[in-house]
């Protein structure tokens, strides 16, 4: 069984589409065994998104994170990590297969609704990022 993190961001929460990523998933099979509503601070996105710190777009992404607020939820299922983001679509809506999340409801490369781990190691630092053990419900 693997977990992964995933969060509709600022976008979906502000285009009213939780119900319907949730949906997305529960509906292929996976469980949300952890969710929230939460506002990040420019600190906990910066941490968050560490990975990226170098790249160009990094302070946009920042502003982008922590201009509304987000839904984080761990997803459970086998094979989690990749499900989630073969719903999720490609990270540039314009290359996104035809019924992915991203292609139905994301804006732009950066305003792209959702997010989901890339890695099993990923998805470790991620879930426990925003969640700790008293707030997952696992393998129920
Ligand atoms: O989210 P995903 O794993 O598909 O993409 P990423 O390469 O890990 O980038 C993380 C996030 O940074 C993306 O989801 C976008 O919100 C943003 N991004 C951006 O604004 N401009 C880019 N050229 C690439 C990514
Ligand atoms: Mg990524």
Known sequence: MERT?????????KKDVIG????????????????????????????????H???????????FMVSG???????????????VRDLMGATN??????GTIRKDFADSIEANVVHGSDASETAAFETSYFFSAFE???GR
């Open 136 to 138: 997952k419900f696992e």
């Open 53 to 63: 710190k170098e790249r160009p777009f990094f302070s946009s992404l920042v502003d």
């Open 20 to 51: 319907e990523v949730l949906k997305r998933f529960e509906g292929a099979g996976l469980r949300i065994v952890a969710l929230k509503m939460a506002q990040l601070t420019r600190e906990e996105a910066e941490g968050f998104y560490a990975v």
């Open 93 to 98: 809506p314009a290359d996104a297969e035809e």
């Open 69 to 83: 607020p987000i839904v984080p939820m761990i997803i459970e299922g086998e094979g989690a990590i990749k499900k």
């Open 5 to 13: 993190l995933s969060i509709v961001k600022p976008d979906g929460v």
